[in-house]
């Protein structure tokens, strides 16, 4: 079977989820590897490290982009990201990773 062409949502077990889920997964994905701790001391806090549009977020979680902003509206009323213009942060990364049924060595 051959990926997903670059901008195409991934098939399979991602869209068993349900959209607030495969959101918080493609924000953790991206935190993962992209992620820069923010300097508040408490080292839970990390910026998304890369600026993107909601509708670009829509697109690499496979959703519709109103849905897309249901979902991060919903993950942000969670306490678990904060938003403004093109930037995120995800406010507790391991809590982020419970959410979005992530396993994964953590280094926040």
Do not use: H
């Not at 820069?36 to 990390?46: A, I, K, L, N, T």
């Not at 490290?49 to 982009?65: I, R």
């Amino acid at each position: 079977m051959r990926p997903p062409a670059l901008g195409q949502p991934a098939t399979g077990d991602f869209q068993a989820y349900d959209s607030l889920t495969r959101l918080a997964r493609v924000l953790a994905e991206l935190s993962q590897a992209y992620a820069q701790p923010v300097p508040d001391g408490d080292g839970r806090r990390c910026d998304l490290g890369v600026t993107l549009t909601q509708k670009e977020l829509a697109s690499l979680a496979g959703l519709k982009l109103n849905t897309a902003e249901k979902s991060l509206a919903a993950l942000t009323a969670q306490g678990l990201v904060e938003r403004s213009y093109r930037t995120i942060t995800i406010c507790d990364v391991p809590k982020l990773l419970e959410f979005a049924k992530v396993v994964a060595d953590n280094p926040y």
